[in-house]
């Protein structure tokens, strides 16, 4: 469930990077959830051609999926297939850390390789023959772009930075008879669950097979789809892509039979932000060697054969471990006791017996407390010093506390307790319960406790909020200043160039505070 200010921050970069239209048709899916092309246009009240153009927009920029499903029909009518068009939320919400994608793809594997990757991100996705063809009209290169293009391009794909486009509409398969009667023993209650399965069986039917996935075909390089796909995509780099010429599911989904499309695999972006995310919690809450085993165990899992797991790293070898953290800078003097005690420190377990000595990171945990600690700095500036000791017990209670007992571990006078206590739970920070006692004297107690999962959604529609109003911000600062962009850099002097520098530092001071919200938002979303 996607939380309210969460829709209203996707709407407005959907309508930022595609038109008011297409942003009114992705409103339309985030909040009635999955929904057929005739109940859109019912509910966008927009022409069906119009809300066709839109959903093609928006499927080929990774924003929607669409999936076939079958519909009983009326009485003395047969089944008919319905294609069913979904909101991925999530992708939408990436578009916020682009930059940080493309930073990674710089850092580790060039220049060339940022060029081709900032071409998919722009363009949604792209066949290797229109990569190749971009390419040319950037680099100077001559003859050699396109080998140079290729090579890029693989790498890119090898570093699982790019792969295959999930299938456009995939068929689901109706539940058996079987299903269908345990569905209607569970009742209307089980039938928001079943959407929710749904969709998540969509995106697995959609998605290629692990062997197909990062795989590159060297007979995709022909003419003649270079020439389909010049007809297909030509898209001017910095202007929104609204695409006249798709006008139907068919017709999108025969050109995409004739090519293999390419798009940014967000999921290993988000795979990468998260293990930094964990390694830079671990060097500032315990120490910088915890931090250097930390890196070299995660490492080891991205090139293990093993599939990644979110929760734990793959189990790893003391032996292992100890020749990627020599590697490391920092790592060089660490012997094996040192590497025994920082995983120690990390919470792995030592094994009992030395033959098989491995380790596995518990990376859910770490997430945990840098959640906790991302709250308590919002309550120490929000409500100041005693309310962050109270709510900092709190977080490390396994039970409900009662009013005396937090004013007297806190030492905060109880009058001033309970007047913070309730300012925490009317802001949703706590959850309050009130017991009565009976007896020769009734009395009536109040515990306290935090709920993380309910808080964890409080918090981040709150960050989804923040993030909204900084992007609406740095729009209004454009928009102010016009004038001043559109005007030749040799004329911004005297006044007008002060007001050129003063929007400049502005929008940096504004956009670097937006990408340190996205690493808090990725913290309580993504990972």
């Not at 020439?227 to 139907?248: A, F, H, I, P």
């Not at 977080?395 to 206590?421: M, P």
């Not at 017991?435 to 918090?459: A, C, D, P, Y």
Request: include cysteine; charged fraction near 30%; hydrophobic fraction near 40%.
């Amino acid at each position: 469930m996607v939380s309210p200010h969460g829709i209203k921050l996707a709407v407005y970069l959907i309508s930022s990077y595609f038109g008011d239209l297409n942003a009114k048709v992705c409103e339309c899916l985030l909040r009635r959830g999955t929904q057929p092309l005739a109940q859109v246009v019912r509910f966008t009240e927009l022409s069906r051609e119009n809300v066709r153009n839109c959903l093609l927009v928006l499927i080929h920029h990774n924003c929607v999926q669409a999936f076939a499903v079958q519909q009983e029909g009326g009485f003395g009518e047969a089944p008919k297939v319905i294609t069913n068009y979904m909101a991925l939320f999530d992708n939408i919400i990436h578009k916020l850390r682009f930059p940080k994608f493309i930073e990674i793809v710089s850092e580790e594997l060039g220049k060339e390789c940022e060029e081709i990757f900032e071409g998919l991100l722009q363009h949604g996705r792209l066949s290797l023959s229109q990569i190749i063809d971009r390419y040319k009209q950037t680099s100077n290169q001559g003859d050699s772009s396109a080998d140079a293009a290729r090579d890029s391009f693989n790498r890119l794909v090898n570093a699982k930075f790019v792969e295959r486009c999930p299938a456009p509409e995939p068929f689901l398969e109706p539940p058996t008879e079987e299903e269908a009667a345990a569905a209607k023993k569970r009742g209307a209650k089980s039938a928001k669950i079943q959407a929710q399965t749904m969709e998540q069986r969509a995106l697995a039917a959609a998605a290629p097979m692990d062997s197909l996935r990062f795989l590159v075909e060297t007979d995709t390089w022909n003419d003649s789809v270079e020439e389909t796909d010049k007809k297909t995509t030509d898209v001017t780099c910095g202007t929104k892509r609204k695409q006249d010429n798709l006008e139907s599911n068919t017709e999108l989904l025969s050109t995409d039979e004739k090519k293999v499309l390419w798009r940014a695999n967000f999921e290993e972006f988000i795979c990468r932000l998260r293990h930094k995310a964990c390694v830079a919690n671990v060097k500032v809450r315990v120490n910088n060697d915890a931090a250097i085993v930390l890196a070299a165990t995660l490492e080891l899992s991205r090139h293990s054969e093993t599939k990644l797991r979110i929760d734990n790293s793959v189990p790893q070898s003391i032996n292992a471990i100890y020749d990627e953290v020599i590697k490391r800078e920092g790592g060089l003097g660490m012997d094996l006791e040192r590497i025994r005690a920082s995983l120690v420190e990390l919470g792995c377990e030592v094994p009992l017996m030395a033959i098989d000595e491995t380790y596995s990171v518990d990376l859910k945990n770490i997430i945990e407390q840098a959640r906790i600690e991302e709250v308590e700095s919002i309550v120490l500036k929000r409500y100041g010093r005693e309310a962050y000791r109270m709510f900092r017990l709190l977080s490390k209670a396994d039970r409900l506390l009662e009013t005396d007992k937090i004013s007297d571990t806190t030492f905060v006078e109880k009058k001033d307790a309970v007047k913070i206590l309730f300012k925490l739970w009317k802001d949703d920070f706590l959850e309050m319960k009130k017991v009565i006692t009976r007896g020769t004297r009734q009395s009536e107690f109040l515990l306290w406790k935090i709920n993380k999962q309910s808080l964890w959604e409080h918090v981040l529609d709150e960050m989804y909020h923040a993030a909204l109003n900084l992007r609406l911000r740095i729009t209004h600062e454009q928009e102010q200043e016009k004038e001043i962009l559109q005007m030749p850099r040799d004329k911004l002097v005297g006044e007008l160039g002060d007001r050129y520098k003063r929007l400049r530092k502005v929008r940096i001071t504004l956009e670097s505070s937006l990408m340190n919200l996205d690493d808090a938002l990725m913290l309580f979303h993504d990972f």
